[in-house]
C-alpha cells in the first residue's frame, strides 16, 4: 500500500508585523477587545511590492530543504489561496517559473480558509495512484490586500502568510484518510463581493472589502470544525485519546477552544497560533503545524488531525501519521 507522507514543512511570514496597540490608532477599537473577542495580539502584512508568489517560493524553498529535495524533484505543484497574483495565469504556474521547477501540472484550489486542506486532499490522491512523486502543497494569503482598513469589525481578524509541505509516497502510514465538504447556501455570511464575471469592471476600489456575518460564522463554524474533525476520527476508528495533535484552522482562539470542548480534547494538544498570526486563512493550518514540527512538539509518528473551515462554507480535515 503507498502512502503520501509529509516529507518535509515550512514557512514564510512577512516581516512588518501590526499589533493591536498599531490598530487602536487606524480605528474604533482596543488591544482589551480584540484579545478577549479573537485572542490575536499581532499579524504579519505583507508590503505593498510583495506577491503572494513570493511568500509561496520562501515557504515552499524551506519545505524542500527540510525535506532534502531540490527543484528539480518536484513534479506536481498545489497551492490552495484566495488572494493569487494575478487571475491567470494560476499561481501555481508563476511559483513553478520562479522557481525554477521543471514542466509539471500545477493547480491553484481556491476554497477561502480551506484552501490548504483541500490542496493537499487533492495532492494525496495523486500520490497515492502513484501519479506524483514529490508535491509541493501550499496554503498561502496575502488576505490583508482585500481588507477594508476602515472596517473594524474585519480588519483586526487577518493576516499574511504562506505554509508549505512537500508531499512524497511511502510504504510507511502518512495521510490516514481526508475528509471534504461545502455548502453554498452560506454564501452570504462571509464573502468578497467582487468577481470577474460579476462586477470587476464597474467595482470601484471602495466597493469591495470582505463581507462577513462574525456571529453567524462563529456558530457554524464550531458546529462544523468539530462534525468534520470526529467523522476523520470516526473513519479511522481512532479514539480522541490516541490523537496526538489537533491542527485547526486558526481563524479565532474562541472558536478553536469551543472545537475542542466539542470534541472533549484538552486544550495542551491543540496548536494554537491565531495569537500571533491572525487569521492567514488558507495558510493558517500549514503555518501552525510548521511552527509546531520545528519547535519540537509535533515528533516523527505521532498522529495529527488537521481541521479547516472557511467561506462557502467550505471544510476539511485530514487525519495523519507524521
Ligand atoms: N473593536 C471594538 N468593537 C468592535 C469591533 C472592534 N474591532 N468589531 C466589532 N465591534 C463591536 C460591534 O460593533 C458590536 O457593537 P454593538 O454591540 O455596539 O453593536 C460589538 O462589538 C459586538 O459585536 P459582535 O459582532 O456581536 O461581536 P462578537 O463577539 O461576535 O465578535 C467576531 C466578533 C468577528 C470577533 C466574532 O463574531 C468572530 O470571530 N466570528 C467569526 C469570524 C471568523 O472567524 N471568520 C473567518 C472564518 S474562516
Redesign the pocket.
Known sequence: MIYSKIAGTGRYLPERILTNADLEKM????DE??RT??GIEQRHIADEEQMTSDLCVKAAQNAMDSAGVAADDIDMIFVGTTSPDLIFPNIATIIQHKMGIPACACYAVEA??SGFVYALSAADKFVRTGDAKCVLVIGAEIITKLIDWDD??TC??FGDGAGAVVLKPSGEPGILSTHLGADGQYQQL?YYPVGVSNNLAAAGVGDSRIM?S??D??KV?VKTLTAVAQEALDANDVDLDELDWLVP?Q??L??IQATAKRLKLPMEKVIQTVQIHG?T?AASIPLAFDVAVRDGRIKRGQLVLFDA???GFTWGAVLLRY
Do not use: K
Request: include cysteine.
Open positions: 480605528v474604533d477599537t482596543s477587545w480584540i473577542r479573537t477561502a480558509c473594524r469589525s483586526v481578524l462571509l462577513m462574525g456571529n460564522v462563529f463554524a484552522h481563524a479565532n474562541r472558536i487569521n486563512s473551515f472557511g467561506g
